[in-house]
């Protein structure tokens, strides 16, 4: 047997600007928060709809609002923490963090079917936790493009010292 070795890729793996990436974290993490506040406010104040709690509870609901927007917070910020460790250790991985958060988007969508809420209630949970899929995936996608710091293919080559005259 001639024993091929597959020539390893030369190329560095590229770093990430850490401060960058997560203060775009935190910014989408704020954003999440305030989609899902005013989606609960637009369902129960302007459609009637039971969003996470009865009508009896009023336009604000009860403490499941503010725990909703916690939940809608931290998942951004997981999202931050995902796609660190991937673009550290995987190759492409944008293509990989897009299909987590699509996948992602898919079953928090489907998540309010298997309660015993109105109809109403499940599809406009379903469509509350489509834009926020969106809006955190889209976000923290941009961010991480801007975070990553290329590494060049070729380092550039020593300079040599001017001959003397």
Same mark, same amino acid.
């Given at each position: 047997?001639?024993?091929?070795?597959?020539?390893?890729?030369?190329?560095?793996?590229?770093?990430?600007?850490?401060?960058?990436?997560?203060?775009?974290?935190?910014?989408?993490?704020?954003?999440?928060?305030?989609?899902?506040?005013?989606?609960?406010?637009?369902?129960?104040?302007?459609?009637?709809?039971?969003?996470?709690?009865?009508?009896?509870?009023?336009?604000?609901?009860?403490?499941?609002?503010?725990?909703? !927007?916690? &939940?809608?917070?931290? *998942?951004?910020? $997981?999202? /931050?923490?995902? #796609?660190? =460790?991937?673009?550290?250790?995987? +190759? %492409?991985?944008?293509?990989?963090?897009?299909?987590?958060?699509?996948?992602?988007?898919?079953?928090?969508?489907?998540?309010?079917?298997?309660?015993?809420?109105?109809?109403?209630?499940?599809?406009?949970?379903?469509?509350?936790?489509?834009?926020?899929?969106? !809006?955190? &995936?889209?976000?923290? *996608?941009?961010? $991480?493009? /801007?975070?990553? #710091?290329? =590494?060049?293919?070729?380092?550039? +080559? %020593?300079?040599?010292?001017?001959?003397?005259?």
């Amino acid at each position: 047997m001639t024993g091929y070795n597959a020539p390893t890729d030369p190329r560095p793996s590229p770093t990430v600007n850490a401060g960058k990436l997560w203060a775009g974290g935190a910014a989408t993490a704020a954003v999440a928060a305030l989609i899902a506040i005013a989606g609960v406010l637009l369902g129960r104040g302007l459609f009637n709809v039971d969003v996470l709690a009865p009508k009896g509870q009023g336009v604000w609901g009860d403490a499941s609002t503010g725990w909703y !927007a916690l &939940g809608a917070a931290l *998942a951004a910020l $997981a999202a /931050t923490g995902l #796609v660190h =460790v991937l673009i550290i250790t995987t +190759p %492409r991985p944008m293509r990989f963090f897009g299909w987590v958060m699509a996948l992602a988007t898919v079953v928090a969508m489907l998540a309010p079917f298997v309660t015993d809420e109105s109809l109403g209630s499940r599809v406009f949970t379903a469509g509350l936790n489509f834009v926020l899929g969106v !809006a955190i &995936g889209s976000l923290v *996608a941009g961010t $991480a493009k /801007t975070a990553i #710091v290329p =590494v060049p293919a070729h380092p550039a +080559p %020593r300079p040599y010292p001017r001959p003397y005259r």
